[in-house]
């Protein structure tokens, strides 16, 4: 008999020899099947499949390969025609990737797996209770209402068939809502009794349908008389003499970003499409490579290991690693049903980790397990969760992270977006939609600074085309058919001529760079918060962010935590991003942190949208002052200075800001429960100065320190208060220039180049007297034909002004993209 064996033993001769049980039927049943005991007042014995990827860490090609054969056989026994109509549908928790893989087998259904989680929003189609379970009532939880409506066949899918009770509830309560003419029962093995087998027959017959069994092999199971009373006293009294797993030393924790496609399922609960498994198919390649860079390359034994119902998307992703790694690959998934474990050979479950659930479930806190870990030798495991299940609890001590590092000496984990659907008529709360946002993308998946400078808690839309000419983003902008963030402008790699501009300024303004931030991060810590969290307004922020990161490291040894986020002109700050930072930090401690202020306008959108999300989420805490490098417009009182100079950062787009877009917000592109978006241009990589400016600027840290000491001294002691001069210049320029429209006013350098680099520039104001501050200024103008005029009393060093009026046949700008 072909039988699953650990040293030549059957892994169900422990239970069998001491209990009686014993399998009869084929001969391929006991290499499919082991046995353990469980505390369980309605069935003490547990079928430990070897080839699901539950209790056993099997090859993930075997368990996959097992689900998709039986897909195959079912496509064979309804043919193309019904194939195409029918539904699958999988039993919570064991087996949902076991139903993801029948349906990937079937090729032409979609799939749906019951849950025990209960989601805000989304209505219930259908329940039902498994009767010989631990946890036993299963939700049904399509997005679509009418997945389940139809007449064609219904194929339910489960691991086991023992007594045929969960198959008879389920066909009996959706049959009275959502009647058809067939059923397909699939599953790992048949191992009801004749009685049990003649019941489901005579309930088919009851209700008028057909009903098709599919397994892989099929038998009975052998319970002497008194079975329950006797394993349920062998599991106390070895429960008593169980010893927990003797830890190694304690493994390294890191995380690894999928990048998981925007708005692709996490799995089955709510349905899964035919176009949604090949939007993973596409996926899977490159979220592997990011797996494998992250395995140590001498390992030689690694588990990918899922999350109770979240089994398929880990499954497939073990699966494309093993084709990608030269270390043996494994994979199993922590359960909610506890199990003995006893450290025999001839007992499936050798050991058992035991943690605390970390998902928030509805039934309240327990312990959650990973059998067959420990001790196992695994050199890494990749612990694959949801991001509703990424909470304290899985990090704290005792926590599984920590479990398994304390038996294998890496230990990685990978978030996926738990994917929630738009509630039709249930608002969701704050901290709902807090726990549905992934984790901030960081470098290199998501632009070229380091992963540790930055986190941004955007969505990556680099497959979107984004960009227009920008002449027509101008007349779209003016003419109110568009706004300036639903479109990127076209990014440019810079002439030789200007990047030498660039070096210029960086070269000439690096001390004086380095002193403001010093001088800024050093109010922040003495004012704000000793531990801040950095929150920088992308794009333009982040680099300034990252620099006052690396001063709190340098100064004070500090490691700060620094976020982007996007905020948009007349639209507000991402209120998702402030409920993923109001979710992992102290409000607080969060200090907004931007590049420089012009007239202040984001000054204003800042406080107006904090004060609208208190209201909206009940969320207090953020401070709306903002700090930043240079305050030209008196607009903040947390600054490292006033003076309106070139800061080099100004001079570029994506390439000094880590190759990343501007922010985007169109609905098309943005849901209720999405951060921002954003693109990464990795294809302008050959011109990225990102890092080299940031290190230019750093280098000067130890030249400025005792300047900054002083500066900052006299700075406490002034008074700071906003005078908003630079408001009132731009009230009055926009009022004797004709233009009766602030919004097209850009004051100070950093916006000057950003309406020569972006917009459709008519005029630039220069104060008489600017000097190399204004270099790259007069450059970009030359090359777009804008006239530069002096102006002898301006607070600002310079002025942008945008054409008003737009069209594409306005005089006063050429309407050429920048070569720059």
């Not at 397994?215 to 329950?228: D, K």
Request: negative net charge.
């Amino acid at each position: 008999m072909n039988k699953a064996v650990n040293n030549g033993v059957w892994s169900g001769t422990w239970v069998a020899e001491r209990l009686g049980v014993g399998l009869t039927g084929d001969d391929t049943l006991t290499g499919l099947l082991g046995l353990a005991l469980r505390r369980n007042p309605k069935r003490a014995h547990l079928l430990v499949s070897n080839v699901l990827g539950k209790h056993v860490p099997q090859s993930p090609g075997v368990v996959y390969g097992h689900g998709f054969a039986l897909g195959r056989r079912v496509r064979e026994l309804l043919g193309d025609e019904e194939a195409a109509a029918a539904v699958v549908l999988g039993y919570a928790e064991t087996a949902t990737g076991l139903g993801h893989a029948v349906a990937d087998g079937l090729g032409l259904a979609p799939y749906l797996h019951s849950t025990r989680r209960p989601v805000a929003g989304v209505a219930p189609a259908g329940g039902f209770e498994e009767s010989h379970s631990h946890a036993t009532s299963h939700l049904l939880l399509p997005e679509d209402p009418a997945l389940l409506v139809g007449d064609g066949p219904l194929v339910l899918v489960d691991d086991e068939f023992s007594t045929g009770n969960t198959v008879l509830n389920t066909i009996r309560d959706l049959h009275e809502r959502y009647p058809r003419k067939r059923y397909v029962v699939v599953a790992l093995v048949d191992m009801r009794s004749p009685a049990d087998a003649g019941r489901l027959e005579g309930f088919a017959r009851e209700i008028g349908a057909r009903v098709d069994l599919v397994a892989a092999a099929s038998g009975t199971v052998r319970l002497p008389e008194g079975v329950l009373e006797k394993g349920q006293e062998l599991v106390a009294r070895y429960e008593s003499r169980e010893t927990p797993a003797q830890p190694a030393d304690t493994g390294r924790i890191a995380r690894v970003e999928l990048r998981w496609p925007r708005g692709l399922p996490d799995g089955g609960r709510h349905g899964f499409t035919p176009a949604h498994r090949a939007r993973l198919e596409s996926a899977l390649p490159a979220m592997a490579a990011r797996v494998a860079e992250t395995i140590p390359g001498a390992a030689r034994r690694v588990l990918v290991l899922g999350f109770e119902e979240l089994m398929y998307a880990p499954l497939r992703l073990a699966r494309e690693l093993e084709q990608v790694v030269p270390a043996e690959v494994r994979f199993s998934t922590t359960t909610r049903s506890p199990v003995l474990a006893v450290d025999d050979p001839g007992y499936a479950i050798r050991s058992r980790l035991v943690f605390p659930a970390h998902d928030d479930p509805a039934d309240g806190p327990g312990e959650r397990y990973a059998y067959n870990v420990a001790g196992a030798g695994f050199d890494a495991v990749v612990a694959v969760v949801d991001s509703a299940a990424d909470t304290p609890e899985l990090h704290a001590p005792g926590g599984l992270l920590a479990q398994l590092a304390a038996h294998a000496p890496h230990v990685l984990l990978a978030v996926v977006p738990s994917y929630v659907p738009e509630p039709l008529y249930v608002a969701v709360s704050s901290d709902e939609r807090s726990a549905m946002l992934p984790e901030p993308l960081r470098g290199p998946a998501f632009s070229s600074y380091p992963p540790d400078e930055v986190g941004w808690l955007l969505q990556d839309l680099s497959d979107v085309t984004l960009e227009a000419p920008t002449e027509e983003r101008e007349e779209a902008i003016q003419s109110g058919g568009a706004h300036y963030a639903e479109s990127l402008p076209v990014e440019y790699q810079p002439s030789e001529q200007y990047q030498e501009v660039f070096r210029e300024a960086l070269d000439a303004s690096a001390e004086r760079l380095a002193q403001a931030v010093g001088v800024v991060t050093e109010t922040v810590i003495a004012e704000r918060s000793p531990r801040p969290v950095l929150v920088s307004l992308a794009r333009a922020g982040t680099p300034v962010g990252v620099l006052m990161r690396r001063w709190a490291q340098y100064r004070h040894g500090l490691d700060l935590p620094h976020y982007a986020v996007s905020i948009v002109r007349g639209r507000g700050i991402d209120a998702n991003a402030l409920r993923w930072l109001a979710a992992h930090h102290d409000p607080r401690d969060v200090v907004f942190v931007d590049g420089w202020t012009g007239k202040g306008a984001i000054t204003r959108e800042l406080a107006d949208a904090l004060k609208e999300f208190e209201e909206s989420d009940g969320i207090t805490g953020f401070d709306p002052e903002i700090a930043v490098l240079a305050d030209p417009g008196s607009c903040v009182r947390t600054y490292g200075t006033r003076e309106d100079f070139l800061i080099p950062s100004a001079c570029l787009n994506s390439t000094v800001s880590g190759l990343i877009s501007r922010t985007v917000l169109r609905s098309d592109l943005v849901g209720t429960n999405d951060f921002h978006g954003a693109k990464f241009y990795r294809e302008l990589a050959g011109a990225d100065v990102s890092v080299a400016f940031l290190d230019a600027v750093s280098a000067r840290f130890p030249e400025v320190a005792d300047a900054v000491g002083t500066a900052v001294k006299e700075l406490l002691a002034a008074d700071r208060s906003p005078t908003w001069e630079g408001w009132a210049a731009v009230e009055r320029i926009s009022e004797e220039y004709g233009i009766h429209d602030v919004n097209l006013v850009k004051p100070g350098v950093g916006e000057t180049t950003r309406v020569l680099l972006r917009r459709v520039p008519w005029k630039i104001l220069a104060r008489a007297g600017a000097g190399a501050d204004l270099t790259h200024v007069r450059l970009l103008a030359e090359q777009r034909g804008v006239p530069v005029e002096e102006v002898g009393e301006l607070p600002y060093t310079c002025v942008g002004l945008i054409h008003p009026r737009y069209t594409r046949g306005a005089t006063g700008a050429d309407g050429k993209a920048v070569t720059v």
